[in-house]
């Protein structure tokens, strides 16, 4: 009696270690990718925020605009700001795009404004199901930017992305600072996710 009561006792704390063990290993994995969606919105939010009117050639030599974006989240443009701790002979300015590559939503930097090929993209989020942007100037939104709206750079960009869990979270962002215009309503320069559920 005695050992199949030591052996009920043994089994029980058997399930409640190994719960415990994959409750740890689930919430590790979440805080991860809270950690992630953090690093993502603080870096678009830096990006955007120090984006700046400076066309760059491609890799051909073609000139392009300070700013294009696409209503995928294809988003590429030039930022300054950018740290020199060792003083490098190169400027103060980058080249950056966003992009998505299959289930990876990537950040690409160029170690040149004009003619370089770009440096290693850095992999931002994984399990990212679809990007959605839009652009604003003076209170319209756009799918896509290409500079032939009036101005540079919008004023404004919502970022949506969304994830293969069903998840989604939501961006409001200044870019270049607004462009020196009135604040606008609903945006600020620090990011403001929103979670939402479904697609």
């Known amino acids: ?18 719960f415990s063990v994959r409750a740890q290993t689930a919430t590790g994995k979440r805080f991860d990718d809270i950690a992630a ?8 939010a830096g990006d955007l925020g120090q984006a700046i ?8 030599g073609t ?4 700013f294009t974006g696409e209503s995928d989240g294809r988003i590429r443009f030039v930022r300054t700001g950018w ?7 190169r400027a103060s300015a980058q080249k950056v795009a ?8 990537l950040r690409v930097a160029y170690p040149m404004l004009d003619g370089a090929v770009p440096l290693p993209a850095v992999t931002l989020l994984d399990k990212v199901a679809g990007v959605a942007a839009r652009y604003r100037y003076r209170g319209a939104w756009s799918d ?24 989604a979270f939501r961006l ?15 945006a600020s320069p620090t990011p403001n996710p929103t979670a939402t559920s479904g697609g």
Do not use: C, H, K
């Not at 009696?1 to 190994?18: K, S």
């Open 83 to 89: 740290a020199n701790v060792d003083a490098a002979p």
């Open 98 to 105: 966003y992009q998505l590559d299959g289930n990876m939503l």
């Open 53 to 60: 009117d400076r066309p760059a050639r491609d890799e051909g």
């Open 37 to 44: 969606l953090n690093r993502t919105a603080s870096l678009l």
């Open 144 to 167: 896509r930017w290409d500079g032939t709206q009036g101005a540079a750079l919008p004023q404004a960009a919502e970022i949506t992305v969304r994830r293969t869990d069903g998840t």
């Open 1 to 18: 009696m005695a050992l199949m009561i030591f052996g009920l006792i043994a089994a029980a704390g058997v399930a409640i270690l190994t």
């Open 172 to 186: 409001m962002l200044l870019v270049g600072a607004g462009s020196s215009a009135s604040p606008l309503p609903g």
């Open 63 to 66: 000139m392009l605009p300070a």
